[in-house]
């Protein structure tokens, strides 16, 4: 009866704070699913850290950044302003909310905050760097220079910042100096692609089209994802007479923006060009269902219509425009053309009348197809002339200059593995196996018998990098966090219990509350020392912990150990388990004990030969253990096994 006082007393440690949640743990459990990019399952841990204590800065601050992240900016700046309100003097929050306010380009609002955080630090880089871009936007162009000279003086070895002078020169059409200032930033950094896309600038103003497309192709190298490079580009190389190169620009900045107007107008004009004009009337088609008013495009669609035959089309695009300008002669003739061809002479001879009755003396003649330098003229997005309606269209204000704003948010997340992108250890979870290398679920033995015998509420999957949990995953979790809490409470079998725990705990690590996991782990393993699965996964959640915590500043080193211990002694209930010693090898990996990593890798492929995981991960072993050869082959193994991530990096590292 003592022995099953204490272990109920154990079990319930968890929940002995206000609100039956502890806020601390809740915060840390918040910060470690951040750190693991999922951010839906973050928002709910710090939501219940709120409604428990709502006095706390950091829940709101957290969750802002955990909005932030979901595009959220408007939730993301109110969050801010919350988390300020209780504590203003975090210089970190000032930073998030300028952010927010420039993506929500409230820049005003932004540079507020980046003085006031340049109270608290003035010598962050990033935020004199951002304030001065937010100058720029308000186009301030005099205190942002005096700010560029300023920055230029604390940090003369900082390229962008040589590059964003050249650009606010050139806005200030002072070319001259701009070139100067380009000339020190690619001095200094070579792979600068804003100084690329400055000099390309410069070029396109003084109509050096080759050395635009020379240029560009410098930056799209650098940075190929900016769909205005290759509308520039296009337009460069369309001057240049490089119809083909123009064509596949515009092709490739479609693919990366569906929707982009001008791409889908000016590649039906290059179609036109070209004469291809049934594939021009679709890229014309799209235009007009993007913007049904647009009386351009739509008299472009009726002249390739009226072109191709189809009169009865070309009649209802014809008299779309010329019901808008009623005096468009040149509409009104290509219309009665229409009618006359179709037999319809009565409203053919109507509109030849009215253009015979107010042009007595013009000769009007059909639209021929482009000159030479009938492709080389341009007009404004916005100017409605319809005598241009076959000329390439350019955007209203010209922004080939382009800035990134610097953050430590910006990217963070998602670069924590640049130097090691090894796959994750396999973990229990309620998840299925979510790899996507092959249509089948990992069989453990140990996992099966578990299942089998325990028969746990819901099934135990073996898995690897499991899919985050959207709103209601999280929240059904969480449920069943208090369902097993209470079955834990009424139950009088300690064997029970500790089966109840062992699930308990592999719920909280799907949340990502490692912390509490292991805190059911100890109780279980308090119940029975021989349970394999607890010293594996309680090895696993504390490297996790420890991954986690690095991340937030936290130092674990000591968990390292205790994981290292729980995985060894796992090994000895099961020295088979090839997805344990897969683990293990994980563990030393990220010690960055290679060596005994591919030791572990090579015994895990002795057992199972098909674990793509083992294969991808003893490749990058070899490869920062300076044996490249050996870990291109164990990658490209991993892409026969359809784990086609390694593709990516036998590219990488064949370089």
Known sequence: MLRRAVIAFMALLPLMASAQYNVDRLIMSGRSALYYEDYVLAIQHFNRAISAKPYLYEPWYFRGVAKYYLDDFAGAESDCSEAINLNPYVTGIYELRGL????????????????????????????????????????????????????????????????????????????????????KALELDPYDWESWLTRASISMSRGKWKDVDEQLT????????????????????????????????????????????????????????????????????????????????????????????????????????????????????????????????????????RVFKAQMDKHIGIQPRWSKNQARLTRKKSEIDLDKYNQIVVADEETIVEHEYESEYRGKVQNRKVDIDQMPMYVLSYMRYANIIKPYQVFDRVVDEFNQKAKPQHLLYLTCNPNSLNEAQSKAVFVLIDTLTAKILDSRQINVQKNLLFQRAVAYAVVQDYGQAIDDLNTALSID??????????????????????????????????????????????????????????????AKDYEQAIADYSKVLSINHNIAEAYFNRGLAYIHSGKREEGIADLSKAGELGLYGAYSMIKKYSK
């Not at 609002?109 to 003085?115: K, L, N, S, T, V």
């Not at 179609?271 to 993007?290: E, L």
């Not at 090895?539 to 674990?556: C, H, K, P, R, W």
Request: net charge negative; aromatic share 12%; charged share 25%.
């Open 100 to 183: 927010c306010r420039i993506r929500e380009k409230k820049y005003e609002d932004a540079i507020r905050d980046y003085d006031r955080a340049l109270k608290d630090d003035p010598s962050a880089q990033n935020f004199w760097f951002n304030r001065m871009l937010c100058r720029i936007e308000l186009k301030d162009y005099d205190r942002a220079q005096l700010e560029l000279d300023t920055i230029i003086q604390k940090w003369d070895k900082y390229a962008r910042a040589y590059s964003v002078k050249a650009g606010v020169c050139l806005m200030q059409a002072d070319t001259t100096s701009a070139a100067g200032w380009l000339d």
């Open 218 to 353: 410098r930056v799209i190298h650098l940075k190929p994802k900016m769909v205005s490079c290759y509308l520039n580009r296009a337009l460069a190389r369309l001057n240049t007479n490089n119809l083909r190169g123009a064509m596949g620009d515009y092709d490739t900045a479609i693919e990366l923006d569906p929707d982009n107007f001008l791409a889908h107008y000016n590649r039906g004009l290059l179609r036109v060009q070209v004469g291809d004009d049934n594939r021009a009337i679709a890229d014309f088609d799209y235009v007009v269902k993007m913007e049904p008013d647009n009386f351009m495009a739509i008299y472009n669609r009726a002249t390739l219509l009226h072109r191709v035959g189809d009169l009865r089309g070309a009649i209802r695009d014809y008299t779309k425009v010329i019901e808008q300008f009623p005096n468009f002669w040149t509409g009104l003739y290509n219309r009665a053309d229409c009618y006359r061809r179709l037999g319809m002479t009565n409203q053919a001879e109507l509109d030849e009348f």
């Open 529 to 590: 020392s021989t349970m394999t699965l607890a010293y594996w996964q309680r090895g696993v959640f504390s490297s996790m912990l420890n991954e986690s915590g690095v991340a937030q500043g936290i130092d674990y080193n000591i968990k390292h150990a205790n994981a290292l211990y729980d995985l060894n002694h796992a090994l000895e209930l099961d020295p088979g388990n090839a997805y344990i010693i897969y683990d293990r090898g994980n563990l030393h990996f990220a």
